[in-house]
């Protein structure tokens, strides 16, 4: 209960990015009227801040390694409160462009530090279910978000819009305030040389004295502490804040941490190119092109998103650690690529008819719910799960903020980019091209993602480093079946036989 207070607290900051996300989808279209924006400064004031965040994501990594986990978590609070003060006062295009650069930053530290956080205070058994928390609360925040645009959108175009972006102040203020009473990662503390008080916090997260023993006398191993040593403050080498883990990331990685790095990196790059933030950023624009008319159901209609979002990515915190990373990852991919398509489909018929299809609107509306849906249940937890958990803990930090940042910058590209897209290819032919790359996706977690349940964290390693991996299974599971075969064909031959087989006479055998 301990772990799933810290994991709950820390999490809690992924609310800003989904406030953020939701609450953008629909000022959007006040923002327009009101300061006369094009379409083209809209993409670019909706996805710059997914830009913004890279440079929030590499400086945690090395801020966090430097002044702790929890102290980066307060500092992402901090800077987001003033960007979203900045956006809430702006008076025109560029203060409020001033607004999201700064909230961006905010955004890139939340998002890269609460996965390493929470994976790190979690013991193995519930790993799987408490990493997944920051996806829960990025869906929380961008329901949060829609109802704000619902709520807000009563009051004076000027006024409604500015209030829904500053409201975003409040979350991060209470957050910053919380998140001091949460105890230091052990991970961290051991790093410090503070066996003391990393062991205080492993008896607390634990499920028994004796895990939490074989927790701290792996971290010990890692950190390169011997395992005798048992002194409450005992010394470390410092090592350069950064310079030779990067170093061993990129110039001169080992089989195991290549693995790792593409693994974690694909599987945020596939996370954003199938256009979830395209979906989720502008559905009131895509359920008006599929027949919603009035700016109350399109607002509606993204709040039904936002619920179906958050309920859903509640299912799958519950089967992470039962059913596995992979099952899911790849039943929700394959679910993603049908409801893609088959919203490519509605939305073909509707943009080359002159009358309104019902049964067209009504299938478009249901395969974008069903899309969210199915992401929430496996590709939206299991990025920010997966790649929290497969660095080892010298790489830890910076291996995720890489993840974070090619999460966010694809995000960004492919936010700039939607409405310039569906207005070369339609929206029809966006939705499929989404579907195309979902294909890809599902290949490349297939062959080059292994299962990580129910590993602890120091254990990662031994599973990463063959890209041959599923090839070798697949050579495996073929012996073994020949040989079963084999002891099938031999055990059939028993008694006078002797494994020989008569004919008989008569149409006998």
Same mark, same amino acid.
Request: aromatic content about 12%; overall charge positive.
């Given at each position: 209960?301990?772990?799933?207070?810290? &994991?709950?607290? &820390?999490?809690?900051?992924? =609310? /800003? /990015?989904?406030? %953020?996300?939701?609450?953008?989808?629909?000022?959007i279209i006040y923002i327009k009227k009101d300061l006369k924006i094009s379409d083209l400064q809209v993409e670019i004031l909706a996805g710059i /801040?997914? @830009?913004?965040? @890279?440079?929030?994501?590499?400086?945690? $990594?090395?801020?966090? %390694?430097?002044?702790?986990?929890?102290?980066?978590i307060v500092v992402s609070q901090v800077i987001f409160f003033v960007g979203a003060i900045l956006m809430g006062f702006a008076t025109n295009y560029a203060f409020l462009m001033v607004g999201r650069f700064v909230a961006g930053i905010g955004v890139g530290f939340a998002l890269m530090i609460a996965p390493v956080y929470t994976a790190e205070v979690s013991p193995a058994s519930t790993r799987g279910f408490l990493t997944s928390f920051p996806e829960v609360f990025i869906n929380v925040g961008i329901l949060l978000g829609y109802v704000s645009n619902y709520g807000f959108s009563k009051l004076p175009t000027h006024l409604g819009w500015r209030l829904m972006l500053g409201a975003g102040a409040v979350p991060s203020v209470i957050l910053g305030i919380v998140v001091l009473g949460m105890p230091e990662s052990p991970r961290w503390l051991v790093?410090?040389?503070?066996? $003391? %008080?990393?062991?205080k916090v492993l008896d607390k997260t634990s499920d028994s004295q004796k895990e939490a023993d074989i927790r701290l006398a792996d971290i010990k191993e890692a950190a390169g502490i011997p395992e005798n040593c048992t002194d409450d403050i005992v010394p470390v080498i410092k090592q350069n804040h950064g310079e030779e883990v990067w170093k061993e990331l990129f110039?001169?990685?080992?089989?195991?941490?290549?693995?790792? @790095?593409? &693994? &974690?990196?694909?599987?945020?790059?596939?996370?954003?190119?199938?256009?979830? %933030?395209?979906?989720?950023l502008y559905s009131p624009r895509i359920f008006e092109k599929a027949g919603i008319k009035s700016t109350d159901g399109k607002l509606l209609a993204t709040v039904a998103v936002g619920f179906t979002k958050t309920i859903f990515i509640l299912v799958a915190t519950f089967f992470l650690d039962k059913i596995g990373r992979r099952p899911l990852l790849l039943s929700s991919v394959a679910g993603m690529i049908f409801s893609l398509a088959m919203l490519g489909t509605g939305m073909t018929i509707i943009e080359h008819s002159d009358t309104k299809i019902t049964w067209a609107v009504a299938l478009c509306i249901t395969m974008v719910l069903a899309f969210?849906?199915?992401?929430?249940?496996?590709?939206?937890?299991?990025?920010? =799960?997966?790649?929290?958990?497969?660095?080892?803990?010298?790489?830890?930090?910076?291996?995720a903020s890489m993840g974070v940042a090619v999460n966010r910058v694809t995000s960004g590209v492919i936010s700039m980019t939607f409405l310039s897209l569906s207005h070369g290819i339609t929206f029809g032919g966006a939705f499929f091209l989404y579907a195309s790359i979902?294909? =890809?996706?599902?290949?490349?977690?297939?062959?080059? @993602?292994?299962?990580?349940?129910?590993?602890?964290l120091e254990d990662m390693e031994g599973l990463f480093g063959n890209f041959g991996w599923k090839f070798a299974e697949f050579k495996k599971k073929k012996q073994q079946q020949n040989h079963d075969l084999n002891k099938e064909v031999k055990g059939t031959g028993n008694g006078n036989d002797r494994g020989q087989i008569q004919l008989g006479t008569n149409g006998q055998i």
């Open positions: 209960m301990y772990a799933i207070a810290c &994991a709950t607290m &820390a999490s809690m900051t992924s =609310v /800003l /990015l989904g406030y %953020d996300i939701g609450v953008m989808s629909g000022a /801040l997914n @830009l913004y965040c @890279l440079i929030g994501s590499c400086a945690a $990594g090395r801020t966090s %390694d430097w002044i702790g986990r929890r102290y980066t790093m410090q040389g503070r066996l $003391g %008080d990393a062991k110039l001169h990685p080992t089989p195991a941490v290549r693995h790792a @790095l593409i &693994a &974690a990196v694909g599987i945020h790059f596939f996370q954003q190119i199938t256009g979830i %933030d395209s979906v989720v969210v849906a199915l992401f929430s249940i496996g590709m939206g937890p299991i990025t920010w =799960v997966y790649s929290s958990e497969i660095f080892p803990l010298r790489l830890r930090a910076q291996g979902a294909t =890809v996706s599902w290949f490349f977690f297939y062959f080059m @993602l292994p299962e990580t349940q129910g590993r602890t």
